[in-house]
């Protein structure tokens, strides 16, 4: 039997404009596409986590598209660097292809994978697929990663061009797809130890009304076509970035804006991977940060008695989305009006979204803190009840999610806006003077 190629799908759960998948089926016959479900990753996940059946869902299509190449996918579970010490044992392999991950964990992942089958005689590749540009491909006059916006932003325009943004033709290779059948049956979410989820998943059509209107309606969570929801499908990469970029540059500048905030955390992660544990502004974490559990209980339950920092708790809690506005204003009040360190926020987050990204998640609760790069300035504090006679101006999304939020079984506010303010600005102050 000839010696075949592995693409190994990871955060590019599709046939389409892959990078990877297009060098792989390109450069080599016989391909076998390969799915790991990494238990370094669902291990510590609750045995409930909806993004398991999401992506459950993706390998299973991803699958039976193959099937009509007369090929199949390959899907396995274990740690990712057991599975290739078994897999060069079950295929002769002398290739292994995947696409670009930034995560500092999956950095280290790639380097021990790539270690070992370097010792076996195996190729290792790897491309540029889940960002427009990447590591040192924006970089200052000095040769420095921008860690401001703005700037970033304005040179990634005068480079967006066509040759960026062109889809990868993977569908001119599809007979390079190995003809196999997987002798292993498709795991089952039992098998993985997780419980099938019920909760609606957005779709992954990008919708052009929505962003034609994007820049007007953006701001405001009670309007159902009022963003693109289309997170989760780029966290997972059901979506080809590339598309979403020629979209955007042809209806919304400011809906591309949002996919350049992606690009600038994804580059900042990179460049700083000590932002996972610790503040990009190191002074930040002489804060005297407050530990109350109470106070965190409250704010995870959506009982804090400000409506709209409660809806979007809840919504949370119960979908597995929030509107981006809100979560501006329920981040700043976590770790502003309760003095709570950012990273408990970062983790509840983590453990709650669908569209959960490390590098977008903590880059966005480090802006709220003031502790990021480009960040909110530490005196900019949200006023929850402003913010939302501004942006829910009817309560209609209020309403939904906090029905009882002008009776009596309505909580008090668990401390006064004006005295979280005062004590804010004097406990970052006082640190921030250090």
């Known amino acids: 039997m000839s010696k075949k190629v592995v693409f190994w799908f990871r955060r590019d759960l599709r046939l389409d404009d892959n990078a990877g998948l297009f060098a792989a089926v390109k450069e080599n016959p016989q391909v076998l596409p390969l799915f790991i479900f990494d238990t370094d990753i669902l291990d510590p996940l609750d045995r409930s986590d ?8 993706k390998v299973s299509q991803l699958k039976q598209q193959l099937w009509q190449f007369q090929s199949d996918l390959i899907v396995r579970k274990g740690r990712p660097l057991q599975v290739f010490e078994n897999l060069i044992h079950e295929f002769e392999i002398r290739k292994v292809y995947i696409n670009h991950d930034y995560e500092p964990s999956a950095v280290r992942r790639d380097e021990q994978v790539k270690a070992f089958l370097n010792s076996q005689g195996v190729e290792f590749c790897s491309y540029k697929d889940q960002v427009l540009f990447e590591k040192d491909e924006i970089l200052t006059g000095q040769g420095k990663p921008y860690t401001v916006y703005t700037p970033y932003k304005k040179k990634v325009l005068e480079h967006l061009s066509s040759f960026y943004l062109q889809s990868y033709p993977n569908e001119k290779y599809q007979k390079s797809f190995a003809r196999f059948v997987d002798p292993k049956a498709m795991l089952s979410l039992s098998e993985l130890g997780f419980e099938k989820s019920h909760l609606e998943f957005p779709g992954q059509e990008i919708s052009i009304p929505t962003l034609k209107s994007y820049e007007q309606t953006r701001d405001f969570p009670a309007l159902p076509e009022g963003t693109s929801r289309l997170g989760l499908h780029f966290r997972f990469g059901t979506i080809s970035p590339r598309t979403a970029a020629r979209l955007g540059k042809q209806y919304s500048a400011v809906w591309l804006s949002e996919l350049i905030w992606r690009d ?5 992660l990179w460049h700083f991977p000590q932002v996972v544990d610790r503040s990009f502004r ?8 407050r530990d109350s559990k109470e106070d965190f209980d409250r704010w995870c339950a959506g009982e804090t008695g400000y409506p709209f920092v409660d809806a979007g708790m809840r919504e949370l809690n119960k979908t597995g989305h929030m509107h981006n506005r809100v979560r501006m204003v329920v981040g700043s009040f976590l770790t502003k009006h309760l003095l709570i360190h950012w990273s408990k926020g970062e983790r509840y987050f983590a453990s709650k979204l669908f569209d959960y990204d490390l590098a977008a998640n903590n880059g966005n609760w480090q802006w709220v803190a003031g502790s990021g790069c480009d960040a909110a300035p530490y005196f900019r504090i949200f006023n929850p009840q402003s913010q939302m006679l501004k942006f829910d101006p009817d309560l209609e999304y209020v309403k939904k999610w906090v029905p009882e939020f002008e009776g009596p079984r309505y909580p008090s506010p668990i401390i006064e806006h004006n005295e979280a303010r005062e004590r804010c600005l004097r406990e970052y102050s006082k640190a921030l003077k250090k």
């Open 264 to 268: 600038f955390f994804m580059q900042i």
């Open 50 to 57: 909806a993004r398991v059946t999401f992506i459950h869902q």
């Open 282 to 289: 190191p002074e930040y974490d002489k804060i005297a940060w």
